[in-house]
């Protein structure tokens, strides 16, 4: 997945004009594609973890939403970024786990139900949380559309998860058919999601991308040291330092460059964070990975 996702930027930095003319609007109907299969993939068993083990979860999940959103604040004021790139480190920050963290836990012997867990509920967080974050912490400069942007969390994320669920039930043999699949179809939707943003944007990325690839960079890795940190400093098992670490470092950063698109259309250079943000994470996530599962071959996946 990290190598299509690179290869996807690299195509549009090097034929802008031939992929500039994809209209963002394409990006939600994508994203509902990832977040569908995200539904199907789920199971019943994958929300017991939050009830019986809840403080797990909180624990997880608090650490998500204050660890990523603040650093994406820190990171956006110590590098003075722009007004458009300032909201769209901080809209990446503030979304919920990326879908691709349960692959790269399970990878990483880490405690997969937890992780699987943490996705879930930050996910249906996300509609009240993210606005709100983004309101606190960008509010001050540009206008924040909250209840706008929790609707569109509600179609784009909740919605097609819902749907998922549904199909799920109803039709368990045709699930059984697709759900190999469905991996493959939300690595290329991710892809397409980047080869747009990026083509729209290869101009501006080429003549002053170097900082906010450092300020993405930054931001992913200084929120995976600080996600193992926080399981180390409440002493919780290592495949659950491994779970909240891979959980926290790891964004939606799709649904940032979609709410970027739907919501700060003045800042264009808003949904570019997010694209960066997609391709190095599922780079770094797949070096974390090998790292920690080389650390300890004997882990398992949970405790």
């Given amino acids: 997945m990290g190598v299509l996702v690179l290869a996807s930027a690299v195509v549009a930095l090097a034929f802008p004009g031939v992929f500039g003319g994809l209209k963002p609007t394409i990006i939600n109907p994508l994203l509902g594609v990832i977040m569908f299969g995200m539904g199907m993939s789920l199971r019943i068993e994958d929300f017991k973890v939050v009830f019986s083990r809840p403080k797990d ?12 959103p603040l650093l994406a604040f820190v990171l956006s004021r110590l590098f003075n970024l722009d007004e458009a790139l300032a909201v769209g480190v901080v809209l990446v920050g503030c979304c919920p786990g990326g879908t691709a963290s349960n692959v790269i836990t399970y990878l990483a012997k880490g405690d997969l139900a937890l992780s699987v867990g943490m996705t879930a509920t930050s996910t249906l967080l996300a509609p009240v949380l993210t606005p709100l974050l983004v309101w606190l912490l960008a509010g001050k400069s540009v206008d924040v559309d909250v209840a706008g942007m929790l609707l569109s969390i509600l179609w784009v994320v909740i919605l097609p998860i819902v749907v998922g669920l549904i199909v799920k039930g109803l039709w368990p043999r045709f699930t059984e058919r697709t759900i190999a699949y469905l991996p493959a179809l939300s690595s290329l939707s991710i892809a397409f999601i980047v080869l747009i943003i990026i083509a729209a944007n290869a101009q ?65 250079m808003a949904t570019i964070p997010g694209a960066v943000f997609s391709v190095w994470h599922n780079i770094s996530g797949a070096i974390v990975a090998r790292l920690y599962a080389r650390g300890d071959k004997n882990a398992v996946t949970s405790h």
């Fill in 204 to 268: 501006k990325l080429l003549t002053g991308g170097f900082i906010i690839i450092l300020v993405v960079v930054l931001h992913n890795l200084c929120g995976l040291a600080l996600g193992w940190s926080v399981g180390r400093l409440l002493h919780l098992s290592d495949a659950k330092r491994r779970a909240i670490s891979i959980e926290v470092g790891m964004q939606n950063s799709g649904l940032a460059s979609s709410l970027a698109t739907l919501h700060f259309a003045a800042y264009p």
């Fill in 57 to 68: 979860v909180i624990i997880g999940c608090v650490a998500q939403f204050t660890i990523m």
